[in-house]
């Protein structure tokens, strides 16, 4: 007999919350599809503004001033648009120029990942009439992205294929315009898979680069406040009190499993530092946080901790689990030499509280010395003038009050 159950004199049958669970989720995907949309199409105006700009400016010889103008009219004539503004109107002519030949914009990773789907061609594949509107497929990369997105990036990175390598990962990824501006500014372009690792040897091909690149090197913690010398599990403390940014600078698929993970051997105590899941990799990744330079008995720690997790934790389905040592300082012959011997796959790499400032601003900014020195100097200085404003006080002749010159107290 089917139970039911009565909610506002109403039947529901028990299939009610599948029902309005696949209804919220066809919602939010078409919902999603929607703004995607949008947004494409938006993204695809702006391009096409600055292709009829760019065309007018090369085929009639129009100078700059016709954007100033162009801005000022189009609010007079549409106030309710927003979004152009004499600069932003400069952004979609930039935009057009940079994209205008984008033969290194492919599609974007969604597509290339679903099997027998048809990619349409990039903008570069499509010639574009001179006075009409190109034809631009909706599913590419270029056109995937927010608008904010393209500013940030065409305005802080110039190289093209590295600009290419972070749209795919704010994509992919979901990175937010503030986070994609934090990515830039630690450079995590040049820091993806640099890592010393033994997966080459350990791990098949294709699985191998895959998790290579799944790492970085160094990891930059600069959203902690540490002061030297401190400890391990202070680190690891702190490390956790931030983890949502902490797992931004991991990289997309880590999930948090535990901290200090109590392993039982042979009647003895281990404990694992930090114990991540990776939803891509289908493995687990066991973090060993280390102050100082990398020493080689790390490495064998760590191959008995996997051997542990793989034994205890792992399930018949997951890849074999990935150890990560993570030390303020590594030696990259060092850890070379250390993990040629082990048999489990091991990354290591550094860690930095702060980043290094670029050498041109080093050799422009004053060193901590030179701060104290001028401090120390200024005081010197302000002492100097404070005493001889005091000598100068102390013998100029003191003005008596007017009353007292008239001889007659005020009353």
Known sequence: MTKRNTHNNLTVSPGFPTLLKEIKARIQQAQTRAI???NAELVRLYWDIGRLIDARQEREGWGAAVIPRLASALHNELPEEKGFSERNIK????FYREYSDATLIGPQPVAQLRKGSNVPPSVAQLPAPADEPAHIAPDTLLWSLPWAHHVILLEKVKHLPTRQWYMQQALAEGWSRNTLA????SEVHARQGKAVTNFDRLLPAPQSDLVRETLKDPYVFDFLTLDEPFHERELEANLLRELERFLLEL?????????QLHLDVGESDFYVDLLFY??????FVVIDLKTGAFKPEYAGKMNFYLSVVDD???HANDSPSIGLILCQDRNHIVAEYALRGVNKPIGVSEYELTRALPKNLQSALPTVEEI?????EAGKIGRARASKAREANASRPRRQPSHAKRGGRRK
Do not use: N, T
Request: aromatic fraction near 6%; charged fraction near 25%; proline fraction near 0%.
């Open 36 to 38: 995607m949309a949008a």
């Open 91 to 94: 952004r979609m002519l930039a």
């Open 182 to 185: 934090s990515m830039i500014r």
């Open 251 to 259: 990289g997309q698929g880590f999930a948090f499993v535990g901290r």
């Open 278 to 283: 990776h939803l891509k990799l289908r493995c």
């Open 312 to 314: 205890k934790l792992r």
């Open 372 to 376: 104290e020195a001028e401090l120390s």
